[in-house]
């Protein structure tokens, strides 16, 4: 086997691969028109500031997509052996942060204009020769963006289940959240209308309150990664049953007395460490060993597409089969811990 | 069609009401003497904004209550609510803008500054978040655009 080798996406994914890129062009393009709208028709509203900013960094995300999916395929070099398929990762992490810190000040700044009590002046716009309350022309540009965002969340959602790409579900998500954003601007800037001045800088407040949410999801999302996080199901915090399939295929080789398998995700791809104990009796030569261990790399490496660079480690012995507990669900006791597994090893044995 | 129901329903409405008090009732203007926009005349102001307080005083059949002044004070005096309009020969760049609302220009003065050229964008302040009042003051401004250049042009400075 070579040290570094780039991933390449299987044949029946690349057309999903194309349309994630080609789906993020057209938010870039789509968000930005719904910004200009949104930023002519601003005025001195704070829902439509905060709206705007929202907006804005609906943007980012898929400039990021973009990028790292230029990245992710090169090769690996001298400088990253680990080749860049985490990239994706990366654009998680800068959007992530982002989000977060303008969420947190636009709620302090909205907060602020509740307290000092601050009445929103919207005044009037010129618009083909007519002159109306600009009110109108932010819900109009509202809800243009307020479309464009459910348009863009429904596209998405299936290509990101075909890629099990993590960046792109927060991206489909974060536009259909984006519908509460807009309808809170509107329904902000109709209270104005009907003389409830509180109503704009309340609607801003629950916008920012939904961004910094956006932001603290994916916080976490990258956290989870940095820390080589066992794969998760996509969108969800559950673990995946991959590793565990993994290690039970390893287990049903021939040749394999015990296996332990550990997992982490690297952008759309997974990797990790197979541990195998070869039985003690036939001892088998090195030769022999090594075509085993290609043999089975290749054969474990079909179980999933995204399996890309995994490494199959013999070893004398395994004083825990990892995964050591598999966690189902969100938190609660119900574990399977290190004492279980026995029992499983002794089922796996006796399929052979 | 929509705009007629809009207006029917007559939104959008003042917080603190004040067009409600400003129609057939009285208009507390404050005033701040800037040559030409605002001159210092018996009983009132003159100059082009107080040709403006005038139309909107007949358009709102509202008698006008002066506050003289200061820039500064005046604005405070808007910010405050203790007036409902001021003008003061305001530029939309006035730092105030922030404080109190500033209508949209209504007229774009050019200026030769040192040789250089500047252009100028002329507003008048009403208190923050009165939309109503503040749309009625800005559809005066926009009828009345056509009359600013003679306005602005017939007094020398």
Same mark, same amino acid.
């Given at each position: 086997?070579?040290?570094?080798?780039?991933?390449?996406?299987?044949?029946?994914?690349?057309?999903?691969?194309?349309?994630?890129?080609?789906?993020?062009?057209?938010?870039?393009?789509?968000?930005?028109?719904?910004?200009?709208?949104? @930023?002519?028709?601003?005025?001195?509203?704070?829902?439509?500031?905060?709206?705007?900013?929202?907006?804005?960094?609906?943007?980012?995300?898929?400039?990021?997509?973009?990028?790292?999916?230029? #990245?992710?395929?090169?090769? &690996?070099?001298? =400088?990253?052996?680990? +080749? #860049?398929?985490?990239?994706?990762?990366?654009?998680?992490?800068?959007?992530?942060?982002?989000?977060?810190?303008?969420?947190? #000040?636009?709620?302090?700044?909205?907060?602020?204009?509740?307290?000092?009590?601050?009445?929103?002046?919207?005044?009037?716009?010129?618009?083909?020769?007519?002159?109306?309350?600009?009110?109108?022309?932010?819900?109009?540009?509202?809800?243009?963006?307020?479309?464009?965002?459910?348009?863009?969340?429904?596209?998405?959602?299936?290509?990101?289940?075909?890629?099990?790409?993590?960046?792109?579900?927060?991206?489909?998500?974060?536009?259909?959240?984006?519908?509460?954003?807009?309808?809170?601007?509107?329904?902000?800037?109709?209270?104005?209308?009907?003389?409830?001045?509180?109503?704009?800088?309340?609607?801003?407040?629950?916008?920012?309150?939904?961004?910094?949410?956006?932001?603290? /999801?994916?916080?976490?999302?990258?956290?989870?990664?940095?820390?080589?996080?066992?794969?998760?199901?996509?969108?969800?915090?559950?673990?995946?049953?991959?590793?565990?399939?993994?290690?039970?295929?390893?287990?049903?080789?021939?040749?394999?007395?015990?296996? +332990?398998?550990?997992?982490?995700?690297?952008?759309?791809?997974?990797?990790?460490?197979?541990?195998?104990?070869?039985?003690?009796? &036939?001892?088998?030569?090195?030769?022999?060993?090594?075509?085993?261990?290609? !043999?089975?790399?290749?054969?474990?490496?079909?179980?999933?597409?995204?399996? /890309?660079?995994?490494?199959?480690?013999?070893?004398?012995?395994?004083?825990?089969?990892?995964?050591?507990?598999?966690?189902?669900?969100?938190?609660?006791? @119900?574990?399977?811990?290190?004492?279980?597994?026995?029992?499983?090893?002794?089922?796996?044995?006796?399929?052979? | 069609?929509?705009?007629?129901?809009?207006?029917?329903?007559?939104?959008? !409405?003042?917080?603190?009401?004040?067009?409600?008090?400003? =129609?057939?009732?009285?208009?507390?203007?404050?005033?701040?003497?800037?040559?030409?926009?605002?001159?210092?005349?018996?009983?009132?102001?003159?100059?082009?904004?107080?040709?403006?307080?005038?139309?909107?005083?007949?358009?709102?059949?509202?008698?006008?209550?002066?506050?003289?002044?200061?820039?500064?004070?005046?604005?405070?005096?808007?910010?405050?609510?203790?007036?409902?309009?001021?003008?003061?020969?305001?530029?939309?760049?006035?730092?105030?803008?922030?404080?109190?609302?500033?209508? =949209?220009?209504?007229?774009?003065?050019?200026?030769?500054?040192?040789?250089?050229?500047?252009?100028?964008? /002329?507003?008048?302040?009403?208190?923050? +978040?009165?939309?109503?009042?503040?749309?009625?003051?800005?559809?005066?401004?926009?009828?009345?655009?056509?009359?600013?250049?003679?306005?602005? /042009?017939?007094?020398?400075?």
């Amino acid at each position: 086997m070579s040290v570094g080798y780039a991933f390449s996406f299987p044949e029946e994914k690349r057309a999903a691969r194309e349309r994630a890129r080609k789906l993020s062009w057209l938010s870039v393009v789509l968000l930005l028109f719904a910004s200009v709208f949104i @930023g002519l028709t601003v005025g001195q509203s704070q829902a439509m500031k905060t709206a705007w900013v929202s907006d804005v960094l609906t943007a980012i995300p898929p400039i990021a997509l973009i990028v790292a999916l230029r #990245y992710e395929l090169r090769a &690996p070099s001298e =400088r990253f052996p680990n +080749g #860049y398929v985490r990239a994706v990762s990366v654009a998680f992490l800068v959007t992530a942060s982002v989000l977060s810190l303008i969420g947190i #000040y636009l709620l302090y700044d909205s907060v602020m204009k509740l307290v000092r009590r601050e009445h929103p002046p919207i005044g009037t716009i010129e618009l083909f020769g007519q002159q109306l309350w600009l009110g109108w022309a932010m819900i109009a540009a509202l809800f243009f963006s307020m479309c464009m965002g459910l348009l863009l969340g429904k596209l998405k959602e299936p290509v990101a289940e075909e890629l099990h790409s993590k960046a792109l579900q927060a991206e489909s998500e974060m536009n259909r959240a984006e519908w509460m954003s807009e309808g809170a601007a509107i329904l902000g800037i109709l209270l104005v209308a009907f003389g409830f001045w509180w109503g704009d800088a309340a609607a801003a407040a629950f916008i920012s309150l939904e961004i910094v949410r956006d932001g603290w /999801h994916n916080v976490r999302q990258v956290i989870g990664d940095m820390m080589d996080e066992s794969p998760t199901q996509l969108g969800k915090r559950d673990l995946e049953d991959l590793p565990r399939l993994l290690r039970d295929a390893a287990r049903r080789l021939p040749w394999v007395e015990d296996a +332990g398998v550990r997992l982490r995700e690297h952008g759309h791809t997974v990797t990790g460490e197979v541990f195998v104990v070869p039985h003690e009796e &036939p001892a088998m030569d090195t030769a022999r060993l090594l075509d085993e261990i290609d !043999r089975a790399a290749a054969e474990l490496g079909k179980l999933d597409w995204r399996l /890309h660079g995994l490494l199959i480690i013999p070893v004398r012995e395994l004083e825990e089969a990892i995964p050591p507990r598999v966690r189902r669900g969100n938190g609660g006791p @119900g574990e399977e811990d290190g004492g279980g597994e026995p029992a499983h090893m002794a089922g796996a044995a006796a399929e052979q | 069609m929509l705009l007629l129901l809009v207006a029917a329903c007559g939104l959008p !409405r003042d917080p603190e009401g004040t067009l409600k008090h400003v =129609r057939g009732g009285t208009m507390r203007v404050g005033m701040a003497i800037d040559t030409p926009w605002v001159t210092d005349s018996a009983g009132g102001a003159g100059g082009i904004e107080g040709a403006i307080v005038r139309d909107l005083a007949r358009r709102t059949g509202s008698r006008v209550e002066w506050e003289r002044g200061t820039a500064a004070d005046v604005l405070d005096a808007l910010k405050e609510r203790d007036v409902d309009l001021v003008i003061a020969g305001l530029t939309a760049e006035s730092p105030y803008g922030a404080k109190v609302a500033f209508t =949209r220009p209504y007229y774009t003065d050019t200026t030769m500054v040192r040789g250089e050229r500047r252009e100028e964008q /002329h507003v008048v302040a009403v208190s923050p +978040g009165e939309n109503a009042w503040q749309v009625e003051v800005e559809e005066l401004l926009r009828a009345k655009r056509g009359e600013f250049p003679a306005l602005r /042009h017939a007094r020398p400075r």
